[in-house]
């Protein structure tokens, strides 16, 4: 075959081949960490001390076995849908595994499989929550918990955990962009933050899904709560999120805030604005970075994948 002809073979199989490429590598990101949390406690029944769950030998060999199990139907689960909740008992019937996952409502079901499918080696790797009872996954599309419970324990830990409940959310992680230095651009600022995440607690308040993304002025902001908490719950969770972003993250042209059920993100664009607006160039420069870091925030002007935009 001469070089002409291979030359065209070539660029007609790029040409194909071009959309399924750009389509992966722009759904990548979905599947990047954010953040995880792993249990001090282990499944191990070497000694007994605080950092071990009591399980019986047996259930200490067979504590794997559940956990694929349970992984395997949430995996199996979110080809079909965005959150799902479900259990498995240890062999032994000593302990159980609950566990869950949930995507973010604005991308496809497609995409949701790809990053579920991507959290358990982060889980089972070496170097995170190797032999955890419980763990908590954050990517970027998604997430997947887990804890176990011992049977055994029950009403103990149940009294605990009613006490201990006080009404307020506890922070799982934060990230906070870069801050405003000037004075009067950050008056502007946190007033315009002030209007926005009003706007987002009354527009998350109204949503069926648990989840809302939109603009308010120059900000984009999303929100989502657990799929099946009540909307009182899921209010409050988002409150909760918005009174941590305004006192950790208060000059931050971006933040991204995990609560245990909720998450908030926003994003303020800077540019050329009317005399209202706050000046380009007292941005920090380095907010192209954190357009590149929440770059899931930056989709939401194109509408979902499995949908066209509005």
């Known amino acids: 075959m001469d070089l002409f002809h291979s030359t065209i073979i070539i660029f007609f199989l790029t040409f194909l081949l071009l959309p399924f490429s750009s389509r992966s590598s722009s759904s990548s990101h979905y ?6 949390t792993c249990s001090n406690k282990t499944s191990s029944f070497n000694n007994n001390n605080n950092n071990q769950l009591l399980l ?6 067979s504590f794997s076995q559940p956990l694929t199990s349970l992984f395997n139907q949430l995996i199996a689960q ?3 849908s965005k959150f799902f909740r479900t259990k498995e008992l240890v062999e032994d019937e000593t302990a159980i595994v609950s566990g869950l996952f949930q995507c973010r409502e604005d991308i496809s079901v497609e995409d949701c499989f790809r990053c579920v499918n991507s959290v358990p080696p982060y889980i089972s790797s070496n170097t995170l929550c190797t032999g955890s009872t419980s763990a ?17 324990e029950k009403t103990n830990d149940d009294e605990t955990d009613e006490n201990s409940d006080n009404g307020n959310s506890i922070m799982d ?9 000037d004075e009067e651009a950050y008056i502007k600022f946190r007033e315009l933050m002030q209007k926005a995440f009003a706007s987002l607690e009354s527009e998350i308040a109204k949503s069926d899904d648990k ?8 900000v984009e902001l999303m929100a989502q709560c657990e799929a099946d908490s009540d909307t009182c719950e899921c209010n409050a969770c988002v409150s909760d999120a918005v009174r941590f972003a305004e006192e950790d993250c208060s000059a931050s042209v971006s933040a991204q805030i995990y609560l245990d059920k909720c998450f908030i993100s926003y994003l303020y664009h800077s540019g050329s604005y009317g005399d209202d607006g706050i000046p380009a160039n007292s941005i920090p420069e380095m907010v192209n970075s954190l357009q590149a870091q929440n770059q899931f925030l930056l989709e939401a002007r194109e509408g979902p994948r499995d949908q066209p935009a509005p």
Do not use: D, P
């Open 31 to 36: 599947s990047t960490l954010v953040y995880k």
């Open 173 to 181: 992680h934060k990230e906070c962009g870069e801050a405003i230095v």
């Open 211 to 218: 989840f809302i993304r939109m603009s308010y002025e120059w």
């Open 78 to 80: 979110s080809s079909q």
């Open 56 to 61: 019986s030998s047996s259930s200490t060999q």
């Open 136 to 152: 908590r996954v954050q990517l970027q599309g998604c997430h997947i918990q887990y804890n176990t419970e011992n049977l055994s």
